[in-house]
């Protein structure tokens, strides 16, 4: 048999690297996943707007598995009709991307930004930009993400600048945003305000402090503070008690003498102190810590901040002005120490809160930044979950959402840096402010007070408060664009779930606010938020770059191909539940497609793919696997509809390897080569739903087995298999009496095959079996499979019965299924030497039960396990059992060759 397309010999095994980049011309020639072109026009749209990765960012493995799922919910709601967009982009990353350029910059001319200038860095930014910036979407490319490339958008381009100024000025002018001194988390290395969503908390060894301070005019009596920070003490304005603390009743009012810098200081009461921490008595700092700064409103005690904004202390900090934080720290300590004020030092371990981008620890610090109210903002947002009309998947992420809103702090919305959308305010002499969505010229009259603009605020926006607007402003907002009202609100968003307060949430409030083209009800910006798994190292650690446990996707794509890793990952993944990868799981993916290949050549080599006929199917096998295939078509589409990623992979992994390539084409084999038709037409539709099926979680190999089926067969197929339709199951049905007999026939042959190797009889050696059947409604199916199970078990013989008679010393094994529906028996008459068997068996009765006695000797001794380590002794139990399982199954062996 040869093959009959003109695609020249298919190789004998995948190979990813000479597919990959040809089926993607293809793709991308084709122009099918271009939204809204006219072919789709009339059609349903569907949209899904990618998680934007920063243009600093490379490929990871939560890329590449949030990646997959985006793309597998795209082509399969493609292949069901629906005109998709999945709409690409990157975020300009302000943090971030100011870094890596102030790096490149002073290590190849030794030059800040500072010197160089704001205009001339910021184009320093764009050069870098354009040469780096599309990198991460390249390596997306590769790995078959099915976006409309088209349509890829920057979060800084002029369109989305529009949108995040319309956003800005309409919030200012509804008293949403506004300006003012607040503590804010500082990064002293990055020196910029980072709000609370961007802080990581890391449990470190450190130290607590316990400082005495003087009682004034009470000589000899102290109040002991404790701190973990003890340089803060040099901006300590009171002293904070409970009410009811009856050892400090006569020190409420009092005053003390804060040393170091002889400020006095009042002892206030106040009920958020816990009298049984520590001393009961706690120092307020109000301009460095965030309980305190309320504790020092509600006593209006002054704020003094001791630190600049580099991290070295203020000329407020007295003689230890100009020093570090951690210099400043050691001198406190000495100086407290040499004064008799340092009680005791305890070693502890502590959260830490980090800046997630230069991992300093941050400063709380009073400063002048812009805020945006969210409570008004959140309370739409709070209502589309308990409305249903979004929905979190898993479920148990709405409370961590709601959790948040229910709680929501103001929005520190502006960032010291230059890279990013400048805030679009503007100062007259007098500092008015005025928000424009225009430029105001220096020297121009201010929109409110007529006096001259003298400059624009310096500061930009949180890169989040344009990210925020992605589902918005990517599709022509503010403008009533056709794009905007076709494609919002959008249907799906996959993400993780550390930027459900960061960008998830915030989405859904833009929504609600923004989108006046549509109906309140109908502003939620995506119905479904579907939140991935963690990608874990293989002992169960978060990758890491600092901890070098990374995995490239892209040295996996290259040693693997495209299709293993997005297989592996998803198989790998079950939704709710984070996945332990490890570089050797690829393997699982590529040995399936290799299986699929291999299945797929088998039937391409069986000549022209004739057309179906469902009229012309009677053969028992046929009927059973396009009744297993209607019920995969139906249970494939059920998991891609409900986002259960991991049940349709699996499902299709089990129909695939087992059902059609380990059963069914072996089954058909004989029938090939006798030249028969019916056969070769059964597998050619069942080879086309598969791929077609398993397009969305492999594209490439699925879209080059496709080419050559296209080739093979008599009937008109679609040119490419991404732009195919959903197998629509025309012609099959369900058939319960295929599957019953081939059910039975399957457990016949498994048992048979298992005996055969307790026994040690060669697999291709005839043998004589009877199926004992002791439930009569499995007699009919069994009988009907006789032919079946003979061919597949390499049988001589095989008799069905509900009380055939029974070969003397014939091996015997029940259906493990169902136990109670029939017995195999081999008779082994002929098939072994029953005397050198036994001979076998007994030696190794005789070794396992001297085993068994060394271990029952080291496990009933009281000493040994008392003393020995615990999982020492569990191992020690577990070879026990181990061994006396095995000890059974040898004697069973025994037991059947003496009949």
Request: some cysteine; overall charge negative.
């Given at each position: 048999m040869t093959p009959t397309t003109t695609l020249g010999e298919m190789p004998t095994r995948y190979d990813p690297a000479a597919v990959e980049s040809d089926v993607r011309a293809r793709w991308e020639a084709s122009g099918v996943t271009t939204a809204g072109?006219?072919?789709?026009?009339?059609?349903?749209?569907?949209?899904?707007?990618?998680?934007p990765p920063n243009v600093t960012g490379r490929l990871h493995m939560g890329h590449a598995l949030n990646g997959t799922l985006q793309d597998i919910v795209a082509r399969h709601r493609r292949m069901c009709g629906f005109d998709v967009l999945w709409l690409p982009g990157t975020d300009h990353a302000g943090i971030a991307t100011q870094a890596v350029v102030e790096k490149k910059l002073y290590a190849e001319s030794k030059t800040t930004r500072q010197e160089l200038g704001r205009e001339a860095f910021l184009a320093k930014v764009w050069e870098w930009k354009e040469e780096h910036g599309d990198a991460i979407l390249e390596q997306t490319k590769r790995l078959g993400a099915s976006c409309d490339w088209s349509r890829t958008r920057f979060t800084l381009e002029p369109d989305m600048s529009t949108a995040v100024r319309e956003a800005f000025v309409r919030l200012f002018d509804k008293g949403l945003i506004y300006r003012g001194a607040r503590l804010v988390n500082w990064d002293c290395v990055l020196?910029?305000?980072?709000?609370?969503?961007?802080?990581?908390?890391?449990?470190?060894?450190?130290?607590?402090?316990?400082?005495?301070?003087?009682?004034?005019?009470?000589?000899?009596?102290?109040?002991?503070v404790a701190t973990t920070r003890p340089e803060t003490m040099l901006g300590d304005t009171g002293v904070a008690v409970h009410p009811d603390d009856a050892r400090y009743a006569d020190l409420v009012g009092a005053t003390l003498l804060l040393p170091l810098v002889d400020r006095e200081i009042p002892v206030v009461a106040d009920d958020s102190v816990d009298p049984e921490f520590g001393s009961g008595a706690v120092k307020v700092t109000p301009g460095h810590d965030p309980n305190d700064y309320e504790r020092g409103a509600r006593h209006r005690l002054p704020i003094i901040n001791i630190l600049e904004k580099d991290g070295t202390l203020t000329e407020a900090a007295g003689p230890f002005a100009g020093l570090s934080r951690e210099d400043a720290r050691r001198a406190v300590v000495a100086a407290m120490e040499e004064r008799g004020l340092l009680e005791r030092i305890e070693e502890?371990?502590?959260?830490?809160?980090?800046?997630?981008?230069?991992?300093?620890?941050?400063?709380?610090?009073?400063?002048?930044?812009?805020?945006?109210?969210?409570?008004?903002?959140a309370e739409p947002a709070i209502a589309a979950v308990k409305s249903g009309a979004l929905r979190f998947q898993p479920e148990r992420w709405s409370k961590v959402y709601l959790d948040w809103l229910e709680n929501v702090r103001d929005w520190c919305i502006s960032r010291q840096l230059w890279w990013g959308h400048r805030i679009p305010v503007w100062y007259d002499e007098d500092g008015e402010p005025a928000a424009s969505r225009d430029d105001l010229a220096l020297g121009s009259p201010h929109p409110q007070t007529g006096k001259p603009i003298v400059s624009q605020d310096e500061d930009v926006l949180d890169t989040w408060a344009s990210s925020w607007l992605w589902p918005l402003a990517t599709l022509g907002w503010p403008e009533p664009t056709a794009d905007l009202k076709r494609y919002f609100p959008t249907q799906f968003l996959s993400t993780a779930s550390e930027i459900i307060y960061l960008w998830v949430a915030r989405m859904i409030m833009a929504g609600y606010e923004f989108a006046e083209h549509e109906p309140v009800e109908n502003r939620c910006a995506f119905s479904t938020c579907y939140i991935h798994a963690t990608v874990l190292d293989g002992q169960g650690r978060r990758m890491s770059k600092s901890a070098g446990n990374g995995i490239d996707p892209i040295e996996m794509i290259d040693q693997y191909g495209a299709d293993a890793v997005r297989f592996s990952l998803v198989l790998l993944t079950k939704e709710g539940q984070d996945t332990k990868l490890a570089t050797e799981k690829f393997e699982m993916g590529r040995n399936f497609l290799n299986k699929l290949w291999n299945a797929s050549r088998f039937v391409l080599n069986a000549g022209e793919l004739p057309r179906f006929d469902p009229a012309a199917v009677t053969a028992l096998e046929d009927r059973w696997i396009l009744s297993r295939l209607?019920?995969?078509?139906?249970?494939?589409?059920?998991?891609?509809?409900?986002?259960?990623?991991?049940?349709?992979?699996?499902?299709?992994?089990?129909?695939?390897?087992?059902?059609?390539?380990?059963?069914?084409?072996?089954?058909?084999?004989?029938?090939?080569?006798?030249?028969?038709?019916?056969?070769?037409?059964?597998?050619?539709?069942?080879?086309?739903?598969?791929?077609?099926?398993?397009?969305?979680?492999?594209?490439?190999?699925?879209?080059?087995?496709?080419?050559?089926?296209?080739?093979a067969s008599v009937d008109e197929l679609p040119e490419l298999l991404m732009a195919g339709a959903w197998p629509?199951?025309?012609?099959?049905?369900?058939?319960?009496?295929?599957?019953?007999?081939?059910?039975?026939?399957?457990?016949?042959?498994?048992?048979?095959?298992?005996?055969?190797?307790?026994?040690?009889?060669?697999?291709?050696?005839?043998?004589?079996?009877?199926?004992?059947?002791?439930a009569p409604a499995a007699e009919a199916p069994l009988a009907a499979a006789s032919e079946i199970m003979q061919r597949m078990g390499v049988l001589e013989s095989v008799v069905v019965g509900v009380d055939p008679s029974r070969p003397e010393g014939a091996a015997v094994a029940t259906d493990s299924r169902s136990p109670s529906s029939f017995e195999v028996l081999v008779d082994l008459e002929g098939l072994v030497d029953k005397d050198a068997q036994r001979a076998d068996l007994g030696k190794t009765l005789a070794k396992l039960e001297k085993q068994l006695a060394g271990l029952a000797g080291k496990l009933d001794n009281e000493s040994f396990v008392a003393k020995a380590p615990a999982d020492v002794v569990e191992r020690e139990r577990a070879r026990q059992a181990e061994v006396a399982a095995e000890h059974a199954r040898v004697t069973e062996l025994l037991a059947a060759l003496e009949g």
């Open positions: 072109r006219e072919a789709v026009a009339d059609r349903e749209p569907f949209t899904i707007m990618i998680p020196q910029t305000a980072i709000s609370d969503d961007e802080i990581e908390f890391k449990t470190m060894a450190g130290k607590l402090w316990h400082l005495k301070y003087p009682v004034q005019g009470q000589d000899g009596r102290f109040v002991t502890i371990e502590h959260n830490v809160p980090l800046s997630d981008r230069s991992k300093s620890p941050i400063e709380p610090l009073v400063s002048e930044q812009w805020f945006v109210k969210m409570e008004p903002l209607a019920a995969t078509i139906e249970d494939t589409h059920a998991a891609y509809e409900g986002y259960r990623f991991n049940d349709a992979a699996s499902g299709l992994y089990r129909f695939v390897w087992n059902d059609f390539c380990d059963w069914y084409v072996e089954m058909v084999k004989a029938r090939l080569m006798e030249g028969e038709t019916v056969a070769v037409s059964v597998l050619g539709r069942v080879l086309r739903d598969i791929l077609a099926l398993l397009h969305p979680l492999a594209p490439f190999a699925t879209e080059a087995v496709w080419e050559r089926v296209r080739a629509d199951g025309a012609g099959l049905r369900r058939d319960a009496e295929a599957e019953a007999a081939l059910n039975h026939a399957q457990e016949v042959v498994i048992t048979v095959r298992r005996l055969r190797q307790q026994h040690g009889v060669a697999e291709r050696k005839p043998a004589k079996v009877t199926v004992a059947v002791t």
